[in-house]
């Protein structure tokens, strides 16, 4: 053991993680470097954001840089060695930091992660913090050498060892025996797993640092890197042992004016030796992406770059970068669209919007404050890079900068160029697209438009109920299904809007599916008119609309509610109103035999213009409550009496239509005819009975058809059942034989004393707040689920 060494045991959450992160991630390996040098890179923007205001932390080592080393040591074994000038950390750090998760969420993210097989680590990376643990995907052990920064409060640093190897659950900490050699910042050895020895390649390494980070970090990266040179035998000295230390960012890049007028000397062949000239390399002498001509960054860079920075394993949507003024202050921006939406977005009333801000390349911050964006907009990402900025306010006065409300003005109005965009090159075809058209194949455009809109069409729907200045824009690209196609926006249903339609017709039902809806009563005429209907069965659809009110001059009219029009009534040829009007006198019984069973709950009897094949149907007034109306408010405002008696007078403001055309209908006015009309004649009880309960069922049938609740569903199945008995020829009152078996008597004894079946998988006591102390179970099944303290079952 080391001097002074103390053992610490990884706390249980960062044993899971290591074992996800291992287990699942064994095909991207590779990360491993992105995220260390990720790392490095964030320990230098630390330590240039401190020194604004604490100018001492930049002593004891005089350059900003990452670099990396590999090599075979004298014992053969393999090592990569990543070390940054970066701010450090103290022992207490070094345990905190990479001994123990800070993050909250994080149980139940692995109890997920865990539990699908690791098909949900996509965003494992990133989310929760497991960069420095992907250094386990390649190395056995792994030592982090570190010094922090000099400061008022440690004016002493001293440099600590962190030790770990792959395959326990413990880490050492331990004073430095070789003392401060690093000066500050952090030093990582990774001792390379069998398996994982091409990354002592350079080339490998080069590869890498190109592929993932070269233009997404600020500071220098330098490579160390050795070839063997012919030399003149003279020069006995030559051999190079000492590693020249890389340049200071500031130097320029002059390498490769090494080799000159090398012919003119040849002229006696000189004796020569090899000898191994070591030389650090600097990768990354491109400026960071954001801040290039967007013409010289090629669509792979761009996409690279989103996933390393955003910690997201998919490629982004689509993206824009520009340059712009905001407050008299000019910067650069990439604004992207992720594929998809983060599942916490519905649940968090506000997410911040992730906004690296950098200020000439030095990263300021990522969080702008809750209201950095509007809500519905908070998912996009974006870097900016201000050319200036007051760097040594507080974060708060920052965020209350002028420039910072402009910039959200600014990233909307992007966004919105960016969306409206991405549904142009949906509908416009390319010349070939158009010439191979038939093939029935999505455009290359309109895939990328059903993608962005499976994600965000929900979203849109809240932007535009949300952010009234921008209301018709992001209306217009919201898409809804409709009983003729599967999606639609506003202008393409008024484009294809009928003669003499003013109205956009609508039906809402939350949670069903098209599908469903397209089958409904209020839809079966429009449809086989051919009269287009949106199809709403979204909770945000119908708030939408009534906040919209009209779109290009038309309204919105719910199918279920009176007041609908075709738009071609005026042409109706004479007869047709005459039939009517003979219809409703001919009906005139039946109507008023409704009025008489529906007293409780419609308002109006009426022969129907919009059924074609059902009997009848509910249909709310103007300004009654719809089937879909009554369940979310019952949802939101039960229990609430106040609000009863407006409710009671709403829910009462519907109309029974009946269908003069449906069969049943016919029958049944024939047998309210029958009925005697005379006060005096005599009557018959038992047909009246009869013809009231279907006349009852026919009611629910039409409510249940209309999508409101049938009151008392007990009864109406009760009536049901008569009907059918009735219709089978079986006897009205003969009873069910109702005997059941009664249950055995109490049991006295313990349910744990016999054989219990305890399935560990059904409880978590951790989610319960229980502790069941030794689990009647073997143990590598309890471990699944018991949090185990400090034991790493790996
Ligand atoms: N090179 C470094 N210099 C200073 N601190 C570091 C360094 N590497 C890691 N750390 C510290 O250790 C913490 C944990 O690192 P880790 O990579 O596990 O997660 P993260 O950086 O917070 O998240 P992620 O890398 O996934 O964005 C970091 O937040 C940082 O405080």
């Known amino acids: 053991a080391t001097d002074g060494a103390q053992k610490f045991n990884y706390e249980s959450d960062v044993a899971r993680l290591r074992k996800i992160v291992i287990n699942s991630l064994y095909s991207h390996r590779e990360v491993f470097l992105r995220e260390l040098i990720s790392n490095a890179n964030d320990a230098l923007e630390k330590l240039r954001l401190t020194s604004l205001t604490v100018p001492e932390v930049l002593e004891g080592a005089e350059s900003m840089n990452v670099t990396i080393k590999a090599f075979r040591d004298e014992d053969g074994i393999s090592k990569l060695v ?365 895939l990328a438009w059903w993608r962005m809109s499976r994600a965000y069409n929900n979203v849109l729907k809240l932007g535009a109920i949300e952010d009234v200045k921008n209301r018709d824009k992001i209306a217009a690209l919201v898409r809804f299904a409709t009983n003729q196609r599967n999606e639609t926006s506003l202008d393409q249903y008024v484009e294809n809007r009928k003669k003499g339609q003013k109205q956009i017709f609508y039906l809402a039902d939350m949670g069903k599916s098209p599908e469903i809806l397209a089958k409904s009563v209020f839809v079966e005429k429009l449809h086989a008119r051919g009269y287009e209907v949106l199809l709403l069965g979204q909770p945000l659809d119908e708030i939408l609309l009534q906040q919209l009110r009209v779109w290009k001059k038309m309204s919105f009219q719910d199918v279920a509610k009176s007041g609908l029009k075709f738009g071609d009534e005026e042409e109706d040829p004479e007869e047709e109103k005459e039939r009517q009007k003979e219809l409703t006198e001919q009906y005139k019984p039946l109507i008023d035999w409704f009025k008489k069973e529906t007293n409780d709950f419609v308002r109006n009897v009426v022969i129907s213009n919009r059924l074609v094949t059902s009997p009848c149907a509910i249909v709310a007034d103007a300004y009654g409550y719809t089937a879909n109306m009554e369940k979310m408010l019952s949802a939101q405002n039960h229990g609430q009496d106040d609000k009863r008696v407006m409710h009671d007078f709403a829910k009462k403001m519907k109309t029974l239509e009946i269908n003069p055309r449906s069969p049943l209908i016919e029958g049944l006015l024939k047998r309210v005819e029958q009925l005697p009309t005379d006060e005096d004649a005599e009557r018959d009880l038992e047909a009246e009975d009869e013809l009231r309960e279907v006349t009852s069922v026919l009611i629910d049938g039409a409510l249940v058809r209309s999508g409101f609740e049938v009151p008392d569903s007990h009864n109406f199945f009760a009536r049901v059942d008569r009907i059918l008995r009735r219709s089978l020829g079986v ?44 689990p009647v179970v073997e143990e590598d099944e309890a471990q699944k689920v018991w949090k185990v303290e400090g034991h790493d079952e790996l």
């Open 82 to 446: 990543l070390r940054d000038t970066g701010i450090g950390m103290t022992p207490d750090e070094l345990t905190a930091n990479l001994g123990t998760l800070a993050k909250s969420g994080t149980s139940e993210f692995l109890a997920r992660a865990e539990s699908t097989d690791g098909t949900g680590t996509g965003n494992l990376i990133g989310a929760f913090g497991l960069g420095f643990y992907s250094s386990f995907l390649v190395a056995d052990k792994v030592y982090v050498t570190s010094v922090a920064a000099k400061s008022p409060k440690n004016p002493d640093p001293q440099q600590y060892v962190f030790a770990s190897t792959a395959d326990e659950s413990t880490f050492e900490v331990y004073p430095d025996p070789r003392g401060n050699v690093l000066g500050r910042g952090t030093e990582i050895t990774l001792v390379l797993k069998e398996d994982a020895l091409d990354y002592v390649d350079t080339l490998k390494i080069i590869e890498l640092v190109n592929k993932h980070s070269s233009f997404a970090t600020t500071f220098p990266i330098y490579l160390h890197t050795t070839r063997t040179e012919e030399v003149p035998v003279e020069d006995e000295e030559t051999e190079t042992t000492e590693t020249p230390k890389p340049k200071s960012e500031n130097d320029d890049d002059d390498e490769e004016a090494s080799v000159e007028d090398v012919e003119e000397e040849e002229e006696k062949p000189k004796k020569t030796k090899p000898v191994v000239v070591e030389e650090w390399v600097h990768l990354n002498s491109q400026p960071p992406i954001w801040m290039r001509d967007p013409k010289t960054v090629t669509d792979e860079e761009y996409e690279i770059f989103y996933q390393s920075t955003f910690k997201d394993y998919e490629k982004p949507l689509s993206w824009a970068h520009f340059s712009g003024d905001s407050a008299g202050t000019s910067f650069k921006a990439i604004v992207y669209i992720p594929s998809h939406l983060d599942d916490s977005f519905w649940q968090n009333s506000q997410t911040p919007a992730d906004i690296r801000l950098m200020v000439k390349r030095v990263f300021i911050m990522s969080d702008l404050g809750e209201d950095a964006l509007p809500k519905w907009a908070s998912w996009v990402k974006v870097v900016v890079d201000a050319d200036d900025l007051p760097l040594n306010v507080s974060r708060e006065t920052l965020q209350s900068t002028r420039f910072l409300k402009q910039l959200k003005g600014i990233i909307v109005k992007r966004l919105l160029q960016m969306l409206a965009k991405l549904a142009e090159n949906a509908e416009r075809k390319s010349e070939l697209e158009e010439l191979e058209e038939d093939g029935g194949e999505m455009t290359e455009g309109q």
């Open 731 to 774: 006897s009205e009152h003969a009873p069910t034989d109702a005997s059941v078996k009664p249950a055995p008597p109490v049991d006295p004894s313990h349910p744990a004393d016999e054989e219990f079946a305890f399935d560990p998988e059904m409880l978590d006591p951790e989610m319960l707040g229980l502790n069941f102390g030794e």
